[in-house]
Nanobody
Framework: VQLQASGGGLVQAGGSLRLSCAASARTFSDYCMGWFRQAPGKEREYVGVINRSGGSRYYADSVKGRFTISRDNAKNTVSLQMNSLKPEDTAVYYC???????????????????WGQGTQVTVSS
């Protein structure tokens, strides 16, 4: 699976950005998808994950109510809508794919075997 993320940029606090990730997998719907982020000097952390059908989603507490993850299995894409952005959201954002035949949705970076190249999101105060 190859993943290509896009949509990052510079935005003022309170603003919005939408990240997109295009996947090359023939069986995209077999993969759970996730967005993760990594700020300088910090470990990579999960932001939001979505199951294969798109019917279940989990979010980190820090973004709950502000970010929305979605997927389009017909177009092999996953998106992250980010609203009410805060300076602490500044990080490199990565999309990732985890082949998951079961019902569980992994949230740890180690569970994801395929990663995009990352896109920088900078939120100014």
């Amino acid at each position: 699976v190859q993943l290509q993320a896009s949509g990052g940029g510079l935005v003022q606090a309170g603003g919005s950005l939408r990240l997109s990730c295009a996947a090359s997998a023939r069986t995209f719907s077999d993969y759970c998808m996730g967005w993760f982020r990594q700020a300088p000097g910090k470990e990579r952390e999960y932001v939001g994950v979505i199951n294969r059908s798109g019917g279940s989603r989990y979010y980190a507490d820090s973004v709950k109510g502000r970010f929305t993850i979605s997927r389009d299995n017909a177009k092999n894409t996953v998106s992250l809508q980010m609203n009410s952005l805060k300076p602490e959201d500044t990080a490199v954002y990565y999309c990732a794919a985890a082949w998951s035949p079961g019902v569980a949705i992994p949230t740890t970076p180690g569970s994801y075997g395929h990663w995009g190249q990352g896109t920088q999101v900078t939120v100014s105060s």
